[in-house]
């Protein structure tokens, strides 16, 4: 089964508010990373956090990691309409030692004007 | 300069026929991947190659081979398709593991639809 679960599934909001997504996966982790994809696209990299963080900044994103209750939060300030597409967090388990993205379901933000 | 690049974008095909979809990518990594996009969104790894060698082998029907001619190259061969393949599949690349960057980068997709 899928290691994580995003919620919301959907989220719309307009432009200028802030978007908070979350994320729970089920087992030790080397990192987790957040990826944005817009419709009929491949993924794209925003942010990386290792498991030894707590927080990162990237421009307009924040992520967060609670290692301790095994989730993580994307939040994106000022959104923009451009910011409109799907986000997927995805972890790299602790065991196993390669490079193997197990992804959630993924968060569809839609940013009105 | 495209970073990782698919061929085809789009693929339609009758059940039972066997297809290939080619990936290759000029970013100098070591690693690549493929990965399968469901009809309701989910991402799910199904093989990766470091220099070559296949590395992780997700529990995909034999149907499916996947080919690293060199480093640069992943393609993936659909044997006997069926209807439950159609799905798009990205390819994606990273340096190899334990290098510190995990970042993936991934190809625009290939669309398959099986009749």
């Known amino acids: 089964s899928q290691q994580g679960e995003e919620d919301p599934q959907a989220l719309s909001i307009q432009e200028g508010e802030n978007a908070t997504m979350n994320c729970s996966y089920k087992?030790?982790?080397?990192?987790l990373q957040w990826y944005r994809q817009n419709s009929g696209r491949g993924l794209v990299h925003l942010i990386l956090?290792?498991?030894?963080?707590r927080e990162k900044h990237s421009g307009r994103l924040r992520v967060t990691l609670d290692t301790s209750k095994k989730s993580s939060s994307l939040l994106i300030t000022a959104s923009r309409a451009a910011d409109t597409a799907s986000y997927f967090c995805a972890t790299v388990p602790f065991s196993g030692g390669y490079n193997k993205l197990i992804f959630g379901a993924g968060t569809r933000l839609a940013v009105h004007p | 300069d495209t970073a990782v690049s698919q061929t085809p974008k789009y693929l339609v095909t009758q059940m039972g026929n066997d297809k290939s979809i080619k990936c290759e990518q000029n970013?100098?990594?070591?690693?690549m991947y493929w990965y399968k996009q469901d009809s309701k969104k989910f991402l799910k790894i199904m093989f990766s190659?470091?220099?070559?060698?296949?590395?992780i082998n997700e529990t995909v029907p034999n149907r499916f081979s996947p080919k690293s001619p060199d480093k640069a190259h992943l393609n993936l061969h659909i044997n006997s398709l069926e209807l439950g393949d159609s799905a798009v599949y990205f390819c994606?690349?990273?340096?190899?593991?334990?290098?510190?960057?995990?970042?993936?980068?991934f190809g625009p997709g290939t669309r398959l639809t099986v009749l």
């Open positions: 956090i290792r498991s030894n963080e």
């Open positions: 087992t030790s982790i080397n990192n």
């Open positions: 190659y470091n220099n070559k060698e296949l590395i």
């Open positions: 970013l100098g990594h070591d690693t």
């Open positions: 994606a690349s990273s340096q190899s593991p334990g290098q510190g960057k995990n970042e993936q980068f």
